[in-house]
C-alpha cells in the first residue's frame, strides 16, 4: 500500500525568505502523481502545485516549486519570497492507479512578519 | 470553476443520532470522496464513489454510511453519532483518475456531544 509521510508536524519562516516542506513517499507504481494542497485558515483546499511522476523537470508555480527525486521518494516543497497569506497547513498528496488520493499528516506554515 | 459545496459549515449533534452530511458538485465529476480530517493524522478517506449508486468503502468506514443517488450529490451518513465522531469532514470531487486531483468543499466541522 502506498504511504505519505511529512515528518515536520509545524514549520516557521520569516517574511520574504525561503522554506522548503519535506515530503515522502511509499509506491511500487511506476506511473503516479504527486500534489500539494494549502488549507489556509478559511479550511479550504486548495491545489498549489501538481507533479507528474514520469516528467523529470520539477513543476513550478509562481513561487512555488517542487523538488521531485524519483529515486528516492521524496516530493519537497519550496516557497520563495515568503508572504503572510502563505500561512497555512501544506499537504502533501499522492494519486495512483485506483484514484483515491493519499494525504500525509500536514505542516503548519507560520510566516513572521 | 468546479464547485464542490458543503450543506453546513458547523453541526453540533447528540451522541445517538443519525446524521447527513450532503455534498453537491456542479462539474459533472463522476467521483466523489468523503475524508475526514484530525489534527496529527491528516486526511483519511471514509468512503468514496466512481458512479451513481456505486460506493466502496475507504480506510475508516466504520459507523458510517453513504448515499449516491444522483450524479452531483454524495451524502456521508452517520447512523448513530458517537463522540469520537467529532472532527472535521471534507467533501471532494474529481473528474480525471488519479493525475486530475481533487476539488474540495469547504469541510464540516460536525461536534457530537
Known amino acids: 500500500a502506498q504511504t505519505v509521510t511529512q515528518s515536520q508536524p509545524e514549520m516557521s519562516v520569516q517574511e520574504a525568505e525561503t522554506v522548503t516542506l519535506s515530503c515522502t513517499y511509499d509506491t511500487s507504481e511506476s506511473d503516479y502523481y504527486l500534489f500539494w494542497y494549502k488549507q489556509p485558515p478559511s479550511r479550504q483546499m486548495i491545489l498549489v502545485i501538481r507533479?507528474?511522476?514520469?516528467?523529470?523537470q520539477n513543476a513550478t508555480e509562481n513561487r512555488f516549486s517542487v523538488n521531485f527525486q524519483k529515486a528516492a521518494k521524496s516530493f519537497s516543497l519550496k516557497i520563495s519570497d515568503s508572504q503572510l497569506g502563505d500561512a497555512a497547513m501544506y499537504f502533501c498528496?499522492?494519486?495512483?492507479?485506483?484514484?483515491?488520493?493519499?494525504f500525509g499528516t500536514g505542516t503548519l506554515l507560520a510566516v513572521q512578519p | 470553476d468546479v464547485k464542490v459545496t458543503q450543506s453546513s459549515r458547523y453541526l453540533v449533534k447528540r451522541t445517538g443520532e443519525k446524521v447527513f452530511l450532503e455534498c453537491v458538485q456542479d462539474?459533472?465529476?463522476?467521483?466523489m470522496f468523503w475524508y475526514r480530517q484530525d489534527p496529527g493524522l491528516g486526511l483519511r478517506l471514509i468512503y468514496f464513489?466512481?458512479?451513481?449508486?456505486?460506493?466502496e468503502k475507504g480506510d475508516i468506514p466504520e459507523g458510517y454510511s453513504v448515499s449516491r443517488e444522483k450524479k452531483e450529490r454524495f451524502s456521508l451518513i452517520l447512523e448513530s453519532a458517537s463522540t469520537n465522531q467529532t472532527s472535521m469532514y471534507l467533501c471532494?470531487?474529481?473528474?480525471?483518475?488519479?493525475?486530475?486531483?481533487?476539488?474540495f468543499g469547504s469541510g464540516t466541522r460536525l461536534t457530537v456531544v
Open positions: 462539474m459533472d465529476h463522476e467521483n
Open positions: 498528496a499522492y494519486g495512483g492507479a485506483t484514484n483515491k488520493l493519499i
Open positions: 507533479q507528474e511522476a514520469y516528467k523529470q
Open positions: 464513489s466512481y458512479d451513481v449508486k456505486m460506493k
Open positions: 471532494a470531487s474529481s473528474l480525471i483518475a488519479g493525475g486530475g486531483g481533487y476539488t
